[in-house]
T-cell receptor, first 116, second 113 residues
Framework: EAGVTQFPSHSVIEKGQTVTLRCDPI?????LYWYRRVMGKEIKFLLH????????ESGMPNNRFLAERTGGTYSTLKVQPAELEDSGVYFC??????????????FGSGTRLTVV | GNSVTQMEGPVTLSEEAFLTINCTYT??????LFWYVQYPGEGLQLLLK?????DKGSNKGFEATYRKETTSFHLEKGSVQVSDSAVYFC????????????FGAGTRLAVHP
């Protein structure tokens, strides 16, 4: 079974530019999550999709971030315009069920975003 | 709010040494507790978990016990190997909503031959 795929693996952009990160979950996983780790600190929850709907977007930092999941398959996370503090590693995860205790997540390898 | 605090790294050990990575948490209710590991160039992997007080999670020689009285979930391994070099993250799932994780800052472990 293919795992969770994220690309690009690395991205370096200038402040003010736009970047789009993509996540392909495991086939059949309705639940898709975005997290990020900024400056070597805690990994923080951004949002949770169930199929194409946003179940919980309480962690989205501001309106420069836009997440979509068209058709309930892959997801994109767009940052526009990027700021220096957006640098970090963005992780995607997917799961079959919503309860983390039972189903667990499968994480992707992450996208390292550097804004200069 | 809920939070997780881990010991700062990096932790540097010689092969076959004993490992402890401390993790304490603040949470309302009865969260579930997890340790995730990130090996170089890979994604986060679930290492072990415990869903109620006094439960012990174990995997690959690692163990952690859910201690409600001390709000701790320390990770231990009796004899580390070079292949254990990675970043280790302690996490909890909110008892009010089991769909997301709250992570600590991570602890980098380097094991030398």
């Amino acid at each position: 079974e293919a795992g969770v795929t994220q690309f690009p693996s690395h991205s370096v952009i200038e402040k003010g530019q736009t970047v789009t990160l993509r996540c392909d979950p495991i086939s059949g996983h309705d639940n898709l999550y975005w997290y990020r780790r900024v400056m070597g600190k805690e990994i923080k929850f951004l949002l949770h999709f169930v199929k194409e709907s946003k179940q919980d977007e309480s962690g989205m930092p501001n309106n420069r971030f836009l997440a979509e999941r068209t058709g309930g398959t892959y997801s994109t996370l767009k940052v526009q315009p990027a700021e220096l503090e957006d640098s970090g590693v963005y992780f995607c995860a997917s799961s079959q069920g919503m309860d983390i205790r039972g189903y667990g997540y499968t994480f992707g390898s992450g996208t390292r975003l550097t804004v200069v | 709010g809920n939070s997780v605090t881990q010991m700062e790294g990096p932790v540097t050990l010689s092969e076959e040494a004993f490992l402890t990575i401390n993790c304490t948490y603040t949470a309302t209710g009865y969260p579930s507790l997890f340790w995730y590991v990130q090996y170089p160039g890979e994604g986060l992997q679930l290492l072990l978990k415990a869903t109620k007080a006094d439960d012990k999670g174990s995997n690959k020689g690692f163990e952690a016990t859910y201690r409600k009285e001390t709000t701790s979930f320390h990770l231990e391994k009796g004899s580390v190997q070079v292949s254990d070099s990675a970043v280790y993250f302690c996490a909890l799932s909110d008892a009010g909503g089991y769909n997301k994780l709250i992570f600590g800052a991570g602890t980098r472990l380097a094991v030398h031959p």
